[in-house]
Nanobody, 120 residues
């Protein structure tokens, strides 16, 4: 079964840092464009950062200069380094993206999410 599994969330004080990981599991040939999203209580899910096959990235304005998305293709894993965290960064963080299996099939799954809570 092809899936994405996030980890690394937790409780941190404002100004602190966390590193999230998103690992693709299953018979994965490669990961394509991948993104991190977040959803705060009572709000819609929003794009936080995205990374493409060529390594190019884009970010939501609210996280520019504080968050960094990266990827390790050998490990089929995407990371989100979050620095200078603010209480408004509190949300469930999800990863999503294109996965190509050895069978040739393509998948676009969502992970189960990881909670990030930033205290003031």
């Amino acid at each position: 079964q092809v899936q994405l599994v996030e980890s690394g969330g937790g409780l941190v004080q404002a100004g602190g840092s966390l590193r999230l990981s998103c690992a693709a599991s299953g018979s994965i040939f490669r990961i394509n464009a991948m993104g991190w999203y977040r959803q705060a209580p009572g709000k819609q899910r929003e794009l936080v950062a995205r990374i493409f096959n060529d390594g190019s990235t884009n970010y939501a304005e609210s996280v520019k200069g504080r968050f960094t998305i990266s990827r390790d293709n050998a490990k089929n894993t995407v990371y989100l380094q979050m620095n200078s965290l603010k209480p408004e960064d509190t949300a469930i963080y999800y990863c999503n993206g294109g996965l190509q299996a050895y069978s040739g099939s393509y998948f676009n799954p969502w992970g189960q999410g990881t909670q990030v809570t930033v205290s003031s």
